[in-house]
């Protein structure tokens, strides 16, 4: 499956911005699908979850309740709505495919990653 996110931009903190991820080469409902950040000069981190079919989700502590995470099996887009945005926030983001819906929070299990984007939280 070959991943495209999009979304990213340069926005005030306390904005919002949706950012899209969506697949090709294979359906989506096939996979459990997270989102990751990576700022500069620090590891990727888990930022939110969100597991096929039942779509249970699950959210980094520093998100949680500002951010959701939701997918369109019928579109092949998993979004990520960030509401509340923070300084802290900005970060390279990335979506990424997970076949077996383990350790969710650790990106080495994920199986595809879509290619990043930027996203930048002025204060």
């Known amino acids: 499956v070959q991943l495209q996110a999009s979304g990213g931009g340069l926005v005030q903190a306390g904005d919002s911005l949706r950012l899209s991820c969506v697949a090709s080469?294979?359906?989506?409902?096939?996979?459990?699908m997270g989102w990751f950040r990576q700022a500069p000069g620090k590891e990727r981190e888990f930022v939110a979850h969100?597991?096929?079919?039942?779509?249970?989700?699950y959210y980094a502590d520093s998100v949680k309740g500002r951010f959701a995470i939701s997918r369109d099996d019928a579109k092949n887009t998993v979004y990520l709505q960030m509401n509340s945005l923070k300084p802290e926030d900005t970060a390279v983001y990335f979506c990424?495919?997970?076949?077996?819906?383990?350790?969710?929070?650790?990106?080495?299990?994920?199986?595809?990653w879509g290619q990043g984007t930027q996203v930048t939280v002025s204060s």
């Open positions: 969100i597991a096929r079919h039942a779509g249970n989700t």
């Open positions: 990424a495919a997970d076949l077996d819906g383990l350790s969710i929070r650790r990106a080495t299990q994920y199986d595809y």
């Open positions: 080469g294979r359906t989506l409902s096939s996979y459990h």
